[in-house]
C-alpha cells in the first residue's frame, strides 16, 4: 500500500460554528514518483518517501539536501544585489570610525535582524547603536522623525533591517540631510500599476539588499530580515578574514527569526533552522538561555513548535505591550542574573498579552455574527479599543475561524491601524495597492499586511476589498490535505520515530496528515481542567485497537461519536510517555 498511489478522495465535514455552517474538504494529496526505489536508496520507509515527494522535494539530491543538508550548502551571501556595494560602503564607515544607527523592527524579526547587525558591528570594530521604533509612538519602519533624531544624534549611516524597502520618501529625505543609507530588508517590492505592468519602486538607497528584487540572483526569494542581515554580516566577516565559526553562531538567531516570522521551511530556511534549533537547544547566549529556562524548557528539545509558540511570543510581547529594546536587550544580555530578571518580564508581558488577546479575539467574533460582517469574502474588523499591537494575532485567530482574509483595525494616536492574515488564494499587499488611495501607509506580504488608514475611510476601505475580491466559495472552503491515507494498523514505533527526520515542521514544510475511515470509538473518556482533552481506542474493521487521544472541544467531540457506528479521522502518531512507559497512540486531527 506505502508504495502505490491513491486517487484523490474526498470528504465533506460538516461543523456548526455560531448558527452557521463550515465546509472543510478532505482531499488526498496523490504525487506521483517511486517510493520504493526512494526508500531502498535512502534507507526510509515508503511512507517517509511519499511524505517528502508531498513537499515537492524531488530528484536525488534534492531528497539527499533534504534528509542530511547542512550549513556548507547555503548560497554564499554575495548572490545578493547590491552585497558588494554595501560591504564596501561599511568597511569604509568603520575604518573612518563614522557613527552607523541600525533602524530595525519591534517584532521577533527585527530584533533578531537588529541583534545580528550590532554584534556583528561591534566584532568589526563599528561606532554603531540600535534604534526599534516604538510600535504607538513610532509605527513601522523609518520616519522623519528618526531621519532627523538621527542628524541631531550626529550619525553618518543608517542601516535598516526587516524594514525600508517601502519607505522611498523617507529615504529620499534622509539623502537630502547627507547621510549614507544602506537597506537590508525582505518584504515584498513596491509597485505601481502602469500601462506597461507593474513598475517597482526602489528606494535611492545607496544600496538595497532584498532577495525580491527582480534582478537579484540570490535563489533564495524567501529570507526573512535576519537572515538578509546575517548574510550582510557574512560578507564582511569574510571580507575581513573572520572565522566562519564566528559567522555560524549567529545560525540560532536566524532560526528563531525564521521559524517567528513564518517563513516557507524549504531548501535554505530548513536548513537554518534544523542547525539553529540544534545549537538553540545547547544555547551558550545567557538571554536565551534564560528565556528557555523561563518558560520551564531548560534540558528539553528546543522544537520549531517551542519557538513559534512559547519562546516567540516572549520576544514579541515587549514590541506589543511596551517596547522591543527590552527584548533586544535580552538577546544583548552577557550576565546571567540580569538575563534571568529580563526573560522574566518578558514572561510576564507574554502572559498579559494572551489574556488581552482572548478579550480581542471574543469582541470581533461578536461583531461578525451580530453586524452582518460574517457575509463578506474579506473580513475587516474595527475594535478602536483594542491595543493596536494585537490586531495582528487577532487577525490570525479569525482568520483560522472563518478561513478568510481578516483585517483588524484598532484607534491609533493620529490615525487607525490595523494588521492582515490572509489565507493562500489571496494576495493581501497586492489586493492593498489596488486600495492604496484610501490608506496612508501600508506593506506587508501576500500572507500579512500592515496598514493605517483615516477612521472616515474605514468602512470605504471594506467595500473596496469586497467589491475587488475574486475569491470563490472553493477558494473560501477549508481545505485538509492528506497526505496518506494510512491504516492505523500499517503504524508501528520505527515509522513513527523515522517521521522525526521531516522536522522542523512549519510552513512549506507541514507535518505530515495521515487518515483512516470505518473506525469504531470505543473506551471513551474526557479529561483535562477545561474538559479538553478526549481519549479512547480506535478498533479498525479486522478488530485492531490503537489508543488515540483528541485535543479540543471534546464533548461536541463525543457528541457527534455517540451518534455514529464508524468515523473518519485525520492523525498524526506519536510516541505517548506517561509515568515511564511508553505506548504507540494516534492524535486526532479532524473528524467526520
Given amino acids: 500500500f506505502p508504495g502505490r498511489i491513491s486517487v484523490p478522495g474526498i470528504c465533506i465535514l460538516w461543523k456548526k460554528t455560531q448558527g452557521e455552517r463550515t465546509m472543510e474538504k478532505w482531499v488526498v494529496c496523490a504525487k506521483r514518483a517511486d517510493f520504493q526505489k526512494i526508500s531502498q536508496e535512502f534507507g526510509i520507509d515508503p511512507v517517509i518517501a511519499r511524505l517528502i515527494r508531498n513537499r515537492d522535494v524531488e530528484g536525488t539530491e534534492n531528497i539527499r539536501s533534504y534528509l542530511y543538508g547542512t550549513l556548507k550548502e547555503l548560497p554564499s551571501p554575495w548572490l545578493l544585489k547590491d552585497m558588494d556595494k554595501a560591504v564596501e560602503i561599511l568597511q569604509e564607515k568603520i575604518k573612518e570610525h563614522r557613527k552607523i544607527r541600525i533602524i530595525g523592527d519591534y517584532d521577533i524579526d527585527g530584533v533578531t535582524s537588529t541583534c545580528i547587525l550590532l554584534k556583528g558591528f561591534q566584532r568589526l570594530g563599528a561606532d554603531a547603536d540600535t534604534y526599534i521604533p516604538d510600535r504607538i509612538k513610532d509605527g513601522y ?24 524597502i517601502a519607505a522611498s520618501a523617507e529615504i529620499a529625505d534622509a539623502k537630502e540631510r547627507g547621510l549614507t543609507v544602506v537597506i537590508t530588508d525582505h518584504h515584498d ?35 526573512c530580515g535576519a537572515v538578509v542581515a546575517w548574510k550582510l554580516i557574512w560578507a564582511l566577516y569574510e571580507k575581513n578574514g573572520i ?10 538567531l536566524a532560526a528563531v527569526a525564521t521559524v517567528g516570522d513564518v517563513m516557507d521551511l524549504q531548501g535554505e530556511n530548513r536548513i537554518i533552522v534544523k542547525e539553529g534549533l540544534r545549537q538553540l537547544s545547547a544555547t551558550y547566549t545567557p538571554g536565551l538561555r534564560a528565556l528557555i529556562r523561563a518558560n520551564n524548557l531548560d534540558g528539553a528539545e528546543i522544537t520549531a513548535y517551542h519557538v513559534g509558540f512559547v519562546l516567540g511570543p516572549c520576544i514579541n510581547a515587549s514590541g506589543r505591550l511596551d517596547t522591543a529594546a527590552r527584548s533586544l536587550e535580552l538577546l544583548c544580555e ?47 474588523v474595527y475594535l478602536p479599543d483594542c491595543h493596536e499591537s494585537l490586531a495582528g494575532i487577532i487577525a490570525g485567530r479569525i482568520r483560522e475561524k472563518y478561513h478568510k482574509p481578516v483585517f483588524v483595525l484598532t484607534k491609533g494616536e493620529n490615525s487607525v491601524k490595523g494588521s492582515g492574515r490572509s489565507i493562500e488564494a489571496y494576495s493581501m499587499y497586492e489586493e492593498m495597492v489596488k486600495c492604496g488611495d484610501l490608506l496612508i501607509q501600508f506593506g506587508g506580504h501576500p500572507m500579512a499586511a500592515g ?26 472552503r477549508p481545505k485538509i490535505v492528506i497526505d496518506v491515507p494510512m491504516p492505523v494498523s500499517y503504524l508501528s514505533r520505527e515509522l513513527t520515530e523515522q517521521l522525526k527526520i ?26 483535562g481542567k477545561n ?41 498524526y502518531p506519536e510516541i505517548n510517555v506517561y509515568q515511564g512507559r511508553e505506548t504507540l497512540q494516534v492524535v486526532i486531527r479532524n473528524y467526520c
Fill in 189 to 223: 517590492i513596491p509597485f505601481q500599476e502602469t500601462e506597461n505592468g507593474k513598475e517597482w519602486i526602489i528606494p535611492p538607497a545607496d544600496a538595497v539588499i532584498n532577495p525580491k528584487q527582480a534582478d537579484c540572483a540570490y535563489p533564495n526569494k524567501n529570507l
Fill in 243 to 252: 572565522s566562519q565559526s564566528e559567522v555560524l553562531d549567529f545560525t540560532e
Fill in 451 to 476: 496598514l493605517s488608514i483615516e477612521e472616515k475611510n474605514v468602512e470605504l476601505f471594506r467595500k473596496q476589498l469586497n467589491a475587488n475580491c475574486t475569491l470563490t466559495e472553493e477558494e473560501l
Fill in 141 to 164: 519602519g523609518i520616519h522623519e522623525q528618526l531621519i532627523q533624531k538621527a542628524v541631531e544624534d550626529g550619525i553618518d549611516t543608517i542601516v535598516t533591517c526587516d524594514n525600508g
Fill in 502 to 527: 521531516l522536522e522542523p515542521f512549519g510552513k512549506g514544510n507541514t507535518k505530515p496528515i495521515f487518515a483512516q475511515k470505518g473506525l469504531r470509538v470505543l473506551n471513551l473518556r474526557i479529561f
Fill in 334 to 380: 552577557t550576565n546571567e542574573e540580569k538575563a534571568a530578571e529580563l526573560a522574566g518580564d518578558l514572561l510576564a508581558l507574554n502572559q498579559s498579552r494572551k489574556a488581552m488577546t482572548e478579550k480581542g479575539k471574543e469582541e470581533a467574533i461578536r461583531l461578525i455574527e451580530e453586524t452582518g460582517l460574517n457575509e463578506d469574502r474579506v473580513l475587516v
Fill in 531 to 571: 474538559q479538553n482533552v478526549a481519549k479512547m481506542k480506535l478498533e479498525d474493521q479486522t478488530g485492531m485497537q490503537m489508543d488515540a487521544v483528541y485535543f479540543g472541544e471534546a464533548e461536541k467531540f463525543a457528541d457527534f461519536v455517540r451518534q455514529q457506528e464508524e468515523i473518519s479521522v485525520t492523525y
